[in-house]
């Protein structure tokens, strides 16, 4: 028998991010709650993430978000700051960042249809600001979304597959965001992007990286 999880209420979703080092204010708790009862409900019908209750969806999925926030706070970005989250599936790590960090124009990018229809839901319930979806393949964004000063990726596609990708999508002073479970040298990257920094955070147990790139090739 499993056991019954209540559905997210804001004051536990509060609760739980509070354990986990964070504040964030009761509209935000009450919009990522709303994140995860979607999350929730629409997993039992398409295949959108791996955890199946809300408890798991958030210290597992949605953490990663509030720590990347964090960085992006430090980070100069232009005032008409573009930002493209590749691959962004249910909404990771855009949407619940959204909360957290509101700078400029940001676009999540999704090629499958259900997927996109997730997405438009969540955004029509949420209202983030700034934030769109572009429904189609991330090698063939339109010119209206170039250049890019953000590119974020997180589970989309092997990193010595994606420089080359973003290297074409960035501005030439833009920035690469990749979230990974194992840290980055700058060998790694030889003369196709600089490592600016890597930065670990912790998700429970597990250590987790955000490579931040720059000056990337365009080959
Ligand atoms: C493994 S999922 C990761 C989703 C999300 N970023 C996360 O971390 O949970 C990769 C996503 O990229 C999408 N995708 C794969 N190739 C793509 C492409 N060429 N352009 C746009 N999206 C793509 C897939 O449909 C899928 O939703």
Redesign the pocket.
């Known amino acids: 028998m499993t056991a019954h999880t209540p559905p997210p209420d804001p004051p536990a979703v509060q609760a739980m991010v509070r354990e986990s080092g964070y504040e964030i204010s009761e509209v935000q708790a009450e919009l990522l709650a709303v994140y995860l009862r979607l999350l929730e409900q629409w997993n039992t019908r398409i295949n959108l993430?791996g955890p199946r209750k809300w408890p798991q969806m958030l210290s597992q999925?949605v953490a990663d978000s509030w720590h990347l926030a964090a960085l992006l706070q430090e980070l100069q970005w232009p005032h008409q700051c573009q930002s493209l989250?590749?691959?962004?599936?249910?909404g990771?790590?855009g949407i619940p960042l959204r909360l957290f960090w509101t700078h400029g124009r940001y676009t999540l990018?999704?090629?499958?249809q259900k997927?996109v229809a997730f997405l438009h839901n969540a955004l029509a319930q949420m209202e983030l600001p700034g934030t769109a979806i572009h429904h189609?393949?991330?090698?063939e964004l339109p010119e209206t979304l170039l250049p890019a000063h953000l590119v974020l990726?997180?589970?989309?596609?092997p990193w010595h597959q994606l420089l080359p990708l973003a290297g074409s999508l960035l501005d030439k002073t833009g920035r690469l965001i990749i979230?990974s479970n194992t840290p980055a040298r700058q060998e790694m990257f030889a003369e196709r992007a600089r490592l600016v920094q890597v930065r670990p955070y912790q998700i429970g147990d597990q250590t987790r990286y955000f490579w931040v790139l720059d000056r990337l090739a365009r080959v």
């Open positions: 993430v999925l989250d590749l691959g962004a599936g249910a990771l790590p990018v999704e090629i499958r997927r189609g393949r991330a090698e990726s997180r589970a989309f596609m979230l």
